[in-house]
């Protein structure tokens, strides 16, 4: 069992840090911009990334029920990318590229040798 964090799982934690910092952005920027109902908007269809970040912090105690719920928000990420680029908005192939990753990343073998040692609470 590994006893360092494979890159494959860092990947994946840093993408959902990305993504939530880009997400506070927006928002910060819809409520500067004086557009609360778009902040709130902003932040209700990206609740799976705020979700997945959660799991993230976890990434390096926890066991393989942060990898299932993390593959989780990322799919959910994918289907409001696909929601998104349905309604011709050009960010949402960039939630759709990033949920894609980051399920593929967290779905290989290194993760889940790293997901199934012992959880270290």
């Not at 494979?6 to 911009?33: D, E, N, S, Y």
């Not at 997945?52 to 066991?63: E, L, Q, R, T, Y």
């Amino acid at each position: 069992m590994p006893t360092t964090m494979p890159g494959t799982v860092r990947a994946a934690q840093v993408l959902f840090f990305v993504m939530t910092g880009l997400v506070a952005l927006g928002v910060m920027v819809a409520a500067l911009a004086g557009d609360p109902e778009l902040a709130g908007g902003l932040l209700g269809v990206n609740f799976p990334v705020i979700g997945g970040v959660i799991c993230a912090f976890c990434f390096g105690k926890s066991g393989n029920g942060a990898k299932v719920t993390a593959i989780v928000f990322a799919s959910l990420m994918i289907a409001a990318g696909l929601g998104a680029l349905g309604q011709r908005q050009p960010a949402g192939l960039f939630e759709f590229a990033m949920g894609i990753a980051i399920v593929v990343l967290l779905s290989q073998r290194q993760s889940g040798q790293w997901f199934r040692r012992e959880p270290r609470f």
